[in-house]
């Protein structure tokens, strides 16, 4: 069964420190994976996609990156603020299920002022 | 406007009750999901759509039933709600390998 697995759960910081979430999957055939920001309640904002191709993407403040043998992606956020603070999700394409996505559980980030 | 929205937002139902959720979407893209999400649990897929006659069945189908009634639109029912249904609820729709949300539905069956 493929799966993906966000570890840790939750994670708690002081306001600039830089920091690195991880995602893991199962089957390193994959076509992509995105990276999405939820608040509270509310819906779920795309951060990061990376293709099966490229081995890292920026935005900002943020890097992710991907190594399909090893089944890992990590998200990396510098110099993190309180608005950081939410629920980090990743999402998987596997191969073997085109255009169907399977998300991990997510980490839950608050960053203290 | 947001490109894709849900209604309701919020709804408390009571348990055998009938309850359509409808999504709509501006980006013109194909494909349309329906996801449910519970605490601890992450997003689980519901339904897919890829067009409007080609509907699929993801991991946790039953219970559920859904209408593509027009490439920007698809909706979600319960047939006979339950308390465990309870979760929110959201649409999705996707073009290459990108997926843009809806806000969420928050469903409760009591």
């Known amino acids: 069964k493929q799966e993906v697995t966000q570890i840790p759960a939750a994670l708690s910081v002081p306001e600039g420190e830089n920091l690195v979430l991880n995602c893991s999957f199962t089957?390193?055939?994959?076509?992509?994976l995105q990276w999405f920001r939820q608040d509270p309640g509310k819906g779920l904002t795309s951060l990061l996609l990376i293709q099966s191709s490229q081995r890292e993407q920026t935005s900002g403040r943020l890097n992710a990156s991907l190594d399909k043998s090893s089944g890992r992606s990590t998200l990396y956020i510098a110099a993190s603020q309180p608005g950081d603070s939410a629920t980090y999700l990743c999402?998987?394409?596997?191969?073997?299920?085109?255009?169907?996505?399977?998300f991990g559980t997510g980490t839950r980030l608050k960053v203290l002022a | 406007d947001a490109d894709v929205t849900q209604t309701p937002r919020n709804r408390i139902t009571k348990t055998g009750k009938r309850i359509m959720l409808e999504c709509s979407q501006t980006?013109?893209?194909?494909?349309m999901y329906w996801y449910r999400q519970d605490p601890g649990l992450g997003l689980r897929l519901i339904y897919y759509?890829?067009?409007?006659?080609?509907?699929n069945k993801g991991e946790i189908s039953d219970g559920y039933s859904v209408s593509r009634q027009a490439q920007a639109k698809f909706s979600l029912s319960l047939e006979s709600a339950i308390p465990n249904q309870t979760a929110l609820y959201f649409c999705?729709?996707?073009?290459?390998?990108?997926?843009?949300f809806g806000p969420g539905t928050r469903l409760t069956v009591t």
């Open positions: 089957d390193s055939a994959i076509y992509n």
């Open positions: 999705a729709t996707a073009t290459g390998t990108e997926q843009y």
């Open positions: 980006k013109g893209h194909d494909r």
């Open positions: 759509s890829f067009d409007v006659k080609d509907i």
């Open positions: 999402a998987v394409e596997f191969t073997s299920g085109t255009y169907k996505y399977i």
